[in-house]
């Protein structure tokens, strides 16, 4: 076995122990009561492997710390990010340029109501009731078409007084090869787009700035727990970039699909932790409303 | 650096590029107007490193094939599983057994709201309208308590025809110590419990049968193109099966929330590609509803 091999099934293996037997008896017990009681006999012959080789471990310095985060993380907020991939466009047309395509009328009903839900889930805190009342401190939105009308749509229903920002750093593209390659982008595009869209993931995750505050100064007496920060792009910049947030292997981003106008939830404490609160969530939206593209 | 190091670094470290200054003067960009044009000067010095100790490859033969599958993998359907973790259940109390606690009014309320949610998504074929009309095959649920009413719940709003099974293997428990540890359970409680979540992942993924069928035989000429499967259970066990199904490194399973009551949904096809399609998806559930234990 090459070294590749022996390294790419490293995790994919990690576990290994003899139970396929009840799996199988399990699936073919066929029965006409409403219930079926199915008994697991569980013999664990091999216990789970658990040594090195199988871990991974988190990268705590995966971005650089300020002073004042290294001296006394617990006074840094955490940082919420928000992640929300635009509402349906357009289809790709010879005619249309890609980044400049529309949202259709879908997509701006789609964004609305995905305008309405990201504010009620920042206003409400969700369930962190610590930071309940908290507007975001800015909406930062790639210079594309469909993901600046995006933002329009979210400014106009929920965050008028939102500072925004447009970045060319989030815009779509080819992050990195997928695997398994069911895409097969040239490799040019992959080596010209790769670096512009790890800056843009570099953009969105970081640890929070040691002065960053969600209300502006003087408001509050105490700084924040929190502070929220929304970024309106697209599923190949979000899929690879919340990979890399997770310290997951970032090839695996086309095994993940994200409904038009979803959102996901990411938070970035100031320890250097990472925790995925939601990914692609849409259930905001009626079902006949579920797109891809 | 250790070997342990070098490899738990490859993937976190497989896209090198020299982007920080842009990330950094984006950040501090600061102004009075509405939206600003941020300009992304972006000079990727060094090419992004695609060599093979960056990547993952992804195994076909992750779990066993039947020959109808390897002779004709196109006319085997796409598994559609369904993975609801139960609605909020009473807090952790010493009179009463962990499998034993039931849920509160509100997992009762959240467990409805999912079930009318689930049934839609099935029934609309949400946006694969090639199996619009479906019915799950089967609802199976672990034998704890709170999953045991989420499921029937679930049963009774939306599928009451549909088969039902118990599995003990999808209970609650330790799945394997994760990275970063900040849950620091026992290490022998990861050790008796792992072999059995490991069945349970086993029992829930897998490829379809091949003589699997959404509808009773006869009844449709055509074999379906998907089979639904819901699995009711719990949040480690969800967690660590959806990266083990993505080939992910199932130690980072406590980097992931979900909500009470949410819905996963993973795909499962002949071919052996497995794509995650929502992950703890709750944005049918209203905001002050949204709980996590």
Known sequence: MSRFATRACAYACSVVVAPIVVARAYSE?????????????LAPRAAVSHDERSRTRWRYDW??????????????????????RHGQAEPENGDVEDGARRLTSLGLEQSKRTALRLKMLIESGSVDGDFAGSTPSVMIHSSMTRARETADVIAESAFPHVRREVSHLIREG????????????????????????????????????????????????????????????????????????????PDAWLRIGLYNASITRVDVHPSGRVSLRSLGDAGHLPTEALTWN
């Not at 971005?63 to 929300?84: D, F, Y």
């Not at 509050?220 to 899929?239: K, Y």
């Open 29 to 41: 017990r066929e029965t006409n009561s409403s219930t079926v009681e199915v008994e697991n006999e």
């Open 63 to 84: 971005n650089p710390v300020n002073e004042e985060v290294k001296g006394g993380a617990s006074k840094q907020p955490t940082r919420v990010v928000w992640l929300v």
């Open 174 to 249: 080819a992050p990195c090869r997928p695997e398994p390659d069911t895409w097969n982008q040239k490799e040019e595009v992959h080596q010209s787009e790769s670096p512009r869209i790890e800056a843009g993931f570099r953009s969105i995750f970081h640890r929070a700035a040691a002065d960053q505050r969600n209300r502006p100064s003087g408001e509050a007496a105490e700084p924040p727990s929190v502070v929220h920060e929304i970024f309106v792009c697209h599923g190949n910049v979000i899929r690879y970039s919340v990979l890399r947030a997770l310290q997951l292997p």
